[in-house]
């Protein structure tokens, strides 16, 4: 086998497992992106980020007890801390696989990724700004009160 041939076979490695790489990425955004109605639990964003303001819609859309209630809020709670974890593996894990990606990247593709990345953050804080996140919405816990 031929020199030409042996880089031309592990290019077309290295592109195959960075489109994998790439398509990872990409879902995990957009369940990041899409799955967020499911994270929130409800019929409006920011409902299962803050277990008594979820525990108050329950109560009012279900008439709890307050015996139901006290029993209910250690439920959410609980969720509330798990999912918390959860989201926070998942970021752990796209950064991860982001360093990998990059890592096997030449410089010129790594100047691209970089734009690429900034794109996919400008576009992000787009989206943000467009669907009203940033103040009551999508806070996934981060301190901010719920009004």
Do not use: C, N
């Not at 960075?18 to 409006?44: H, K, P």
């Not at 752990?92 to 953050?121: C, D, F, S, V, Y």
């Amino acid at each position: 086998m031929t020199q030409t041939s042996q880089r031309h076979m592990i290019h077309e490695r290295t592109l195959k497992t960075v489109s994998r790489m790439m398509g990872l990425f990409m879902l995990t955004v957009a369940l990041s992106l899409f799955g967020a109605s499911a994270w929130a639990d409800g019929d409006d964003h920011g409902y299962g980020h803050d277990p008594k303001s979820h525990l108050e819609k329950l109560t009012k859309k279900l008439s709890l007890t307050q015996e139901q209630q006290d029993k209910i809020l250690p439920i959410i709670e609980e969720k509330h801390q798990q999912m918390e974890a959860l989201h926070q593996q998942m970021k752990a894990m796209r950064q991860k696989a982001m360093g990998k990606i990059e890592a096997e990247l030449t410089p010129e593709q790594q100047a691209k990724w970089k734009e690429m990345q900034e794109e996919r953050q400008e576009k992000m804080k787009e989206y943000k700004e467009k669907h009203g996140k940033g103040e009551k919405k999508g806070m996934h816990g981060k301190g901010e009160k719920h009004e």
